[in-house]
């Protein structure tokens, strides 16, 4: 969704607050695609100030479906987005000073809402998701979901060669 600023550009006392609905359906990574099942309206304050300063605050929540890392179990991730932006309109990428947030939502007198969440799911998606801190995972033999149950694999040991490789690490495995 786009959103025209230039009534807020051109006039310096002039603020823009709005609400829009959250377009963005699926949040798309280059290795998987997590679809959105919770979306919130799209909270928005934009407020020119001056100098080619643009200062935007935004709120939304959201949530997606995503895999546990363990044991591939699907799991909830909720995004709370309640942040503000300042933004240096017309700068290029090497113009831009440490100062101010990248920019590349507004082009001219838009701003792009869907690029501007997208980024912001990008820098808030946890690193490790799990579905629970004691999650078993999956056993690496017959796939069983080791939450779910015990499987009938084999426990294969480790080779009684590698025992002193083993007592070296334990040994002097940091506390």
Known sequence: MLIDLSNVLSEPHIILETEVPCT???FRTSPAA?????????????????????ELHVRCRLAAEAPCDRC???????LCLDYVKRVRLGDSEEEQSDEFDESNYVDGYTLDVDKLIYNEILIGWPT???CSEDCKGICNVCGQNLNQ??????DTGLDPRMSVIRDVFKNFKEV
Do not use: N, Q, W
Not at 34 to 54: C, H, N, Q, S, V
Not at 72 to 78: A, M, S
Not at 149 to 154: L, M, R
């Open 24 to 26: 963005l359906d699926v």
């Open 72 to 78: 591939l179990t699907e799991v909830p991730v909720k």
């Open 34 to 54: 997590y679809p959105l099942t919770e979306k919130e309206d799209i909270y928005i304050r934009a407020e020119y100030k001056g100098e080619k300063e643009l």
């Open 149 to 154: 149950g015990t499987c009938d694999c084999e």
């Open 128 to 130: 490790k998701i799990l």
